[in-house]
Every structure is written in structure tokens, then in C-alpha cells.
């Protein structure tokens, strides 16, 4: 440790680059290289970027943990040893932002730091990483889709690993943005990998939209962070949040008016007008809330996740389920002094977070698709992740990120090796991801078996699998906390969640557990116990769905490759049909499977909250939350911790029991009757409550007809009469213009002649008598004659009709002497060589004194004689 | 000494002749000629009226300066010439007319 400090120092902390630097080279590499190197070097690049990226991560946490200990040790603290909290790496300055109106200007670095918050999220992305990209090598090797690829796949892998290490590294706003975008834009390309089926290109565009709305949110909080707190990295964002507190005006935007027909309206409507007044911090916290909901799909932003499983199951499993989507939830928590604020914000986070875990439940009962389920599985527990972080449990919330971040990734590993094991006999994506084609599957696929099902003791809150400890620590949170505001303004009350807030939440999320352990097992049960249903499907899908002329070119590809793979483990064959038997992944799928499967079962003892007064993960991250203890305060009177897990554990007994009496004893007759029996609801649940179809008709129907409107504006305004009028008008000139060129040299050079002809009569036959006047010194004017060649003048100063000398000379100026408000005329005689005269008058005014009289010009009057 | 107005009247006549053929003459070569009649008229008034101004040479400068021009642009008329030849088989400029409208 001595040593790394000394190579490593906490303040210039350059291992930054080998962590962040692997997996861009890896990108590179294999996004530019990856073609040529072929598959195998591919893999190397991929993996070791990767595993090299986690092995310097894991250097960086235990340097943590030792300064940590130091600090915190037997002798650290009398001893006043500096308690070093971060590791700090600035690469270089990258802008400045002027704040308060413009008078102060924050520098903006490209830093980042590793604190104990961000050390543990970095060990999940490299980690569990690590493992979805060993996965994915054995997953993605056979894919011959011609809009696949190998090395694309794994250059889009590696670059979402590097954005999202900035993502968590970076030390200021801005930089996370760089970020947050970088992972956004890696998840549109990979939910759109197989890019040439329009359904994933859509899934693709709807993310990237979806998270679109969320990052205007951000943005819009960044902005108001730099007006109102005057800085956008962490320490300065957290030493300025006192500033947070003053109250801006939302609402009306501007001066309500009150004159004419709108201010009828303001004065008889006064409820629409009436001035609101939220704290800067509420107005921030809100727009950092949306972009937490966009990026991790909560409501009402969470629609583009269950379509995002259109991407290869790798990349669900590590971009939409383990990392990217708790983006949300560690903003929360790197923010977490902003979001506390606000008591409205906290339970407006809470409320969104228990409704998404509620909402997302119910949709994932009626699911067949198997990623589907886990989809809204995800939603779900993001939900709870928000649930937590909203009632002030920001290490529980961090914990259920760092335990879903195994059992999900696992969930969803154990369904990609079902379905590469249905796709060896089904070549049709929707139809080998249904679970109503699965079954009995566990005599095929143990190893897939047993993790799946350890995964779904874990999601389901089996007691002490990690999912049980942080689920029930958040749920017990919930129940016990409450949010206090910080000081209010003398004669202004903040609002405070009421006492039957907590508990109402609580009982919420205990439903969306229970409903959680009812559709996860479910699916275990739909897929591995009963019988294999895929025989039927697997030989009459030989017949009709290659017959019906849908098979395009790379469904045969696919055909093929599957094919070639079956070979390849011809083991387990069946005497039904004539697809070959499921079988078994190879080691490189189910190695990853299994350790995740074994953090998902044990990772509670990270962070045994129900056991421990001091539980791990709450106790390394203490120094950073340690400040939110001012305003989260446990109620008075409340339950203890055990009794509040009890509900929990029922949830589980009764999810769980549920699903086994529904689909093993009664092989899912109740569910047949239900859905006979109320099919609307169970039509409104299987389409996901038809929120797709509101968002379509409303607010994508606006946004069309906007775009209608504007199209007409386009086509008829701009087009029509600013670009077709004035094109008419220069093509009208051209034609008339047109008619001159006659392309004849002689009429060309016969309008020389007369242009010259007419040039020279004008300036060399006829003399030029201008003359320009200035004002000398007070009452002194001096006329000046314009000169010219051979020129001689004649001038009449004194009066009009007598010249001053009767013979012209060369004298081009002349003095006149005006006293104030007079007017003097003085003429001038021009003669040039060939003896022809012009004359002119010039009248020279001076103006009077008074202030009202304006200075008028002197005007010259010209004749020829 | 032939006085001045001697050389400018010749050199006038010689404008003239060179101009109104240009202008009504319909061979190229012809006009082409007409060209170098009006630079060479030119030349004779340069020359005449330096002769009033032995100690300056400037206007015999000039002279050099358009023989050496005329030079060049006659020798890219008679391309242009040429290259009308080629194309329409015929030297008359009024048919040459392309570039109309």
C-alpha cells in the first residue's frame, strides 16, 4: 500500500487512466482493427480490456480501504493522520462557465475521483463487466447475421464500460453528462444491433428519445445549479447548496397582465395565475429527478427499457439491467445533499420510485416473453432502488443496486443460455424467447437451472440471499424514516411528508414484492419444471414459418450458423422431431452464470443490515452519507427492524407459493380461468396497460401534428412564397437582361463606342462645377472647388453678379465671412481646356445661435451655361 | 520639324479606319487587323507627342509596352479564330454567336 501511494498519489491518482484508458483502446481497437484481427484476438482485446480495467479498479478500492483504515484506525485519528477520502486525477481544464449573472466564472475540469461511492460502482461495471463479457465471446461467436458482427459487438461493449466509468468518475456535472450521453448513445447502438429488423432499430430510437426528455431535465438542472449555486463539481455544488434554498418564481413566466382580454382572463381565472414560488432546490431536484427517470426508466419515462431487450441478451443483462440503468440512482445518491433539500423532491422520488415498482410488477404477471418479464423485473427494482433513495436510505438504495446488479445480470445471463439453447432448434427470436414454448427445461440446462433459480431466490427476497438485505432494509427505511426540511424563511412553512406517508409506501412496495416473487417464479416454472412444449412449435414452425416466404436472407444465415452450432454439440438428441434437444451452454457462458449466482445468493453479507449495527456497506459509505443524518430522522415509536422484515418474508412465501400452486399443482389452470374469466384486464395487463398507445396518442400525436403544421408552413410559406416568389422575380430580370446578349461581337463593341462616347462627353467635354463648403473657425467659411484637369476657376464672393477678378485662375478656394443666422451666396465659374463654362451657386448658411434653430446643410444650386 | 498636329491627325484618320471596320467588317481577320490599326494609331500619337519632350522617353515606353500586348492578343485572336474555324467552318464573326442569350 505504502508503495501504490508512492506510485499513486491520492492527489495526481494517474491509475485513472489504466482504469478509464483499457476500455477506450479496447473500442479503438477492435472498432477500427476488429475486422481484420479476427474473432480470437477480438476476444483477447475485449477481455483483457476489460478484466485490466477491473484489476485496476480493485487496486484503487483497496488503496481506499487502507487510507480509510488509517484514518479511521486506533491511532489514525489522535494521531492526525489526513483522512483521505478521494483519489483525485485532474487531466486537463476543459472550459469555464461564467455564474452569478455573469460576474463569477467556475472552471470546469476534465477530473476525476474515486471515493467510496464511485470505487463500488466501478467494481460492478469492471466486475460483473468482466464476466457478461466472458459471456458474451461464447454467446455472440456464432452470430452470422450479416448486420451483426463480432468486433462491432464488442467495440460498442467496451466503449459503454469506458462511458460509463466517466459516468461514475467524473467529478463534476458536465462530465458525468459526457458520460451519461456516451452511455445513452452505446445503448441506442446496441439495443439496434442487429439494425436491419425495423422492430430493433425502432426499440433503438425510442431509448434514445426517451432518455432524451430525461437529459433536457438534466441539463435544465445544470443550468440552474451554475445560476443559483455557482458551481458544477461535487464539493462545489456541495458547499453551495445553501444557496439552493432561496425561492424562484416558475410560475407565471414573466408579469401576469392585466390590461385587455388577458387580463380579464388573470383576474377572473386567478387559481391558473397565482405566482408559485418553489426553492431553487425543488425546481433542481425535480429536473435532476426526470433525468434519473429517463436514464433509469422510471415512470413516466420507463417505456423504452422493456423494448430495449430487442439487443443481444448480453448487453440487456449487463446495459439494461446491472449498470447504465441505476445511472439514476447513483446520481441520486453522488447528489444526494441537493435532493434532501426538499421534502417535496424526496417524496416525489419515493412515490415515483414505489409506484414504478408497483406499476412494473403488475405488467411482468401476464408476460410470455421471457426477457420481457425480466425487463419489467428491472423496472421494478429500479423502482425500489428509488423507493429507498427517496425516503433518505441512500446506502440501502445503493446496496439493492449493488445486489440487483448480480441476481438481475444472472436473471438475465440464464435467459440468454435458454434461449441460445431454443434457438439450436427454433430460428425465430420471438417465438425462442416465449416462455409458453419452454418447459422442463432443468434436465437439459442444470447449471442454467440452478443459477436461474438461486437468481430468483435472491429477486424474490428469500431469506438472507442478497436480495432479501437490501430489499428489506430499503422496505424497513421506508417505514421508519421521515424527511425533515432544512430551515425555512421566517413566516414560511416547507412542506413535509405527513406520518402515514412512510407506511402507506411500505405497504405499496410490500404488494410489488409479493407480485415480484410471483412472476419471477413464474417464469422459473414456465421454463425449467412441467414438460417441453417446443416440440409441437419446433416442427411445425419447419414447415410454416420457412414456407410463408418471411425468411430473409439472414434468417437463413441464422439458420445456418444454428445449424452448424447443433452439430457442433450434437449431444441429447430427442426421437420427437427434428430439432435437436436444447442443450447446454459451453464453460464460458456458465462460468459467469455461476458467480454471479453465488453473489446473488451471499452478497448479503455485504451489508447485512437486519444483523449488524454496522453492516459493511452502510459503514464504508457512512463518511459520505454521514451529513444526511441532519434532516433523516427515525420516527419515534417506530417497528423494529424484525418485525418489519416479517411482511417481507411473507411476500416472498406468498409470491413465490403462489406461482407454485398456480403453475406446478394446477399446471396453470387458475391462470387460464382468470384470463377467461376477466379477459379485458388480462388483455390491459398483457398490452403493459396500453401506456405505449396513450404516450402514441397523445403526446407523440402532438408532436406530429406539430410537425404537420410545420410542414405546411414550409411547403407553402417558405417554399412557396420566400423561395418560389423571389426565384420568379430574378428569373423575370434574367429574361428581360437575357434580351441585350445578343452574342454578336459588333453590338458589343458598338455599345463601347457610344458608352465611351457618352463617358467622354460627360466628363472631359462638360467641365465639373462642384464645390464643397467647411466651416474655418467661428463665422470663417471656406468654399472649395472639386478639382479637374486643365481646370481654371471664377468666382463671385462678395455679390452675385460681379466677379471678383474678371479673368479665370487656378485659385480653387475662397473664404466668405457669414455672421450667425445670415445666408451668403457665392457663385463659381468652371472652365476647362476646351474654353466651355459651367456655373453654379453655392449657398452657405450659418446657423443661429439660438438652441431651437437646427443646423441646416449648406445647399449648392448648379447650372451649365 | 513636322509639327505635332501632323502626327495626330494621321494617327486619327487611323483610329477611325481601324474602328469602323471593327465594327462593320464581318471577318475576324479582318477585324483582327482593325485592332492592331487602332493600337498602331495609338503608338504614332505616344510617339509624336514625346517628340515634343526630348528629355523624356516614357511615351516611347509605352509604345513597347503595346506593340508587346498586341503582340499577345493577336496571337490569342487568331486562336480564338482558329478555334471558331474548327468548330463552325467559317471566320464570320456574326455567326459566331454561341453565347446569345
Known sequence: ??????????????????????????AFVNGVFGKRLGKHAVRLMALSAIGGSFLASLIAFAMLVSFGRAAHGEHGAQAGVQVIERLKFTAWHWFDVSTNGGFGSAPIEVAFTIDRLSSVMMLIITGVGFLIHLYATAYMWDDQRPDGGFHRFFAYLNLFCFAMLVLVMGSSLPLLFVGWEGVGLCSYLLIGFWYSDDANAAAGKKAFIANRIGDFGLLVAMGLLVSYGGALDWEGIGSGAGSLLQRVQVWPIGHAPTTGVAGWVVSHVPFLFQSFNPTVATVVGLCLFLGCAGKSAQIPLYVWLPDAMAGPTPVSALIHAATMVTAGVYLVCRLWFVFLLSPVVMATVATIGVLTAFFAATIGLAQTDIKKVLAYSTVSQLGFMFLGVGVGAFSAGFFHVFTHAFFKACLFLGAGSVIHAMHAGIHDTTASQDMRNMGGLRKWLPTTYLTFFASCLAIGGFPLTSGFFSKDEILYRTYVTHISAASAEKGLTRWEAPTWFGPMLYWVGILAATMTAFYMFRALFLTFWGDFRGWELAKSGAKTKHGDGKTDKHEAAKHDAAHDHAKHDAHGHEPHGPMAAPHESPWAMTVPLFVLAAFALVGGVFNPGLFSKEPGMEHWLLPFFQASEEYVKVKDG???????????????????????????????????????????????????????????????????????????????????????????????????????????????????????????????????????????????????????????????????????????????????????????????????????????????????????????????????? | MIPVEYYLVVAGVMFG?????????????????????????VNLTLVAFNRMRPDDHNGQMFAFFVIAVAAAEAAVGLAIGLAIYRLSRSVRSDEADLLKN
Open chain 1, 1 to 26: 500500500m505504502e508503495l501504490l501511494s508512492n506510485i499513486f498519489p491520492p492527489q495526481n491518482f494517474t491509475l485513472v487512466a489504466v482504469i478509464l484508458g483499457l476500455p477506450a483502446l479496447g
Open chain 1, 638 to 865: 417506530a417497528p423494529s427492524a424484525m418485525m418489519l422484515a416479517l411482511p417481507g418474508v411473507m411476500a416472498f412465501v406468498v409470491g413465490a407459493g403462489g406461482a407454485f400452486f398456480v403453475y406446478v399443482m394446477s399446471k396453470g389452470e387458475p391462470a387460464r380461468v382468470f384470463t377467461e374469466k376477466i379477459p379485458g384486464l388480462y388483455r390491459l395487463v398483457l398490452d403493459k396497460w396500453r401506456v405505449d398507445e396513450f404516450y402514441e396518442n397523445t403526446i407523440i400525436g402532438m408532436v406530429e401534428s406539430l410537425a404537420e403544421t410545420a410542414v405546411v408552413i414550409d411547403k407553402w410559406l417558405i417554399d412557396g412564397i420566400i423561395a418560389r416568389l423571389t426565384a420568379l422575380v430574378v428569373a423575370a430580370f434574367g429574361t428581360v437582361l437575357r434580351a441585350f446578349q445578343t452574342g454578336v461581337v459588333h453590338v458589343y463593341a458598338a455599345a463601347m463606342v457610344v458608352g465611351i462616347a457618352v463617358f467622354g462627353w460627360f466628363f472631359v467635354w462638360q467641365p465639373q462645377a462642384g464645390a464643397t463648403v467647411r466651416e474655418q473657425s467661428s463665422g470663417k467659411y471656406v468654399v472649395e472647388a472639386s478639382p479637374g484637369l486643365g481646370y481654371k476657376f471664377r468666382w463671385h464672393s462678395k455679390t452675385p453678379d460681379q466677379p471678383d477678378s474678371e479673368a479665370f485662375t487656378g485659385r480653387r478656394t475662397v473664404e466668405v465671412d457669414v455672421s450667425p443666422g445670415e445666408t451668403k451666396l457665392v457663385k463659381l465659374d468652371v472652365k476647362n481646356a476646351f474654353d466651355r463654362t459651367t456655373t453654379s451657386t453655392v449657398v452657405v448658411t450659418r446657423p443661429s445661435p439660438s438652441p431651437a434653430g437646427s443646423a441646416q446643410p449648406p445647399v449648392m444650386k448648379g447650372s451649365i451655361r
Open chain 2, 17 to 41: 479606319v481601324g474602328a469602323i471596320g471593327f465594327l462593320l467588317r464581318r471577318n475576324l481577320l479582318v477585324q483582327l487587323m482593325c485592332i492592331e490599326l487602332m493600337l498602331n494609331s
